[in-house]
């Protein structure tokens, strides 16, 4: 008596993500290639799915049902199989690890920018300051050259983050018995006097006085 022979179905897995796991060449043995998952980084594809979805949400798109139309055009265009509803869904946390990546890069980009300003105004300052002490005691340029460190580091203030607010003019006018002149000079002494100033020893006390 013929016994049925059992008939293994085939294995279907989860259609959802289709689109999100395609094959291509890896790194993996020793012998050089294999074939194997492509990571998305890696994938032509999937980065351009990722670049229009953003630009789908700047336009208004606001769903993955909304958007998925444009993608599938998209995968059509590149001769790739459609994708479904769910891969869009899983390529919104991938756009937002790609953006965070993105402005992470662009603060370093600013930062060392910021930093080669800095530098740039630190040298300034550090010339005016060997200019004041080369000119005589009676040199008008003397105040020229503080006004100038003054200037330098108020630009660096504004640079790194340090600037305090500025002190309303009419505030300023009077204080106790001091007018306006005494005022300045004392302002002017406090800024000179910050710690990060005192690139030339000893000499700054000449130009706090």
């Known amino acids: 008596m013929a016994t049925a022979k059992s008939v293994a179905t085939p294995r279907i897995g989860n259609p959802g ?11 993996g043995t020793h012998s050089g290639l294999r074939r194997g998952q492509l990571p998305w980084r890696k994938d032509p594809v999937i980065l351009e799915r990722l670049n229009l979805i953003r630009t789908l949400r700047a336009q208004g798109y606001s769903s993955a049902g909304m958007m998925l139309g444009p993608v599938n ?18 390529d919104f946390p991938r756009l937002k690890e790609l953006q965070r990546e993105e402005q992470a890069q662009a603060a370093k980009i600013e930062g060392e920018a910021k930093q080669e300003h800095i530098d740039a105004l630190q040298e300034v300052k550090r010339q005016a300051w060997r ?31 340090t600037l ?7 505030a300023s006018i009077r204080n ?32 706090t006085g």
């Open 17 to 27: 993500n289709k689109g999100n796991r395609r094959s291509g060449a890896v790194k």
């Open 176 to 207: 106790g018995d001091r007018d306006i002149d005494a005022e300045i000079e004392r302002l002017l002494a406090e800024r000179v006097a910050r710690p990060r100033l005192l690139v030339e020893g000893p000499h700054e006390v000449e130009a």
């Open 73 to 90: 055009e998209l995968m059509r265009r590149r001769g790739v199989p459609e994708i479904t509803v769910d891969a869009v869904y899983d």
């Open 131 to 161: 200019a004041f002490h080369s000119a005589s005691t009676s040199s008008l340029n003397r105040g020229s050259y503080l006004n100038t460190i003054a200037s330098t580091e108020e630009k660096i203030a504004k640079l790194d983050g």
């Open 164 to 170: 305090t607010q500025r002190v309303e003019l009419e």
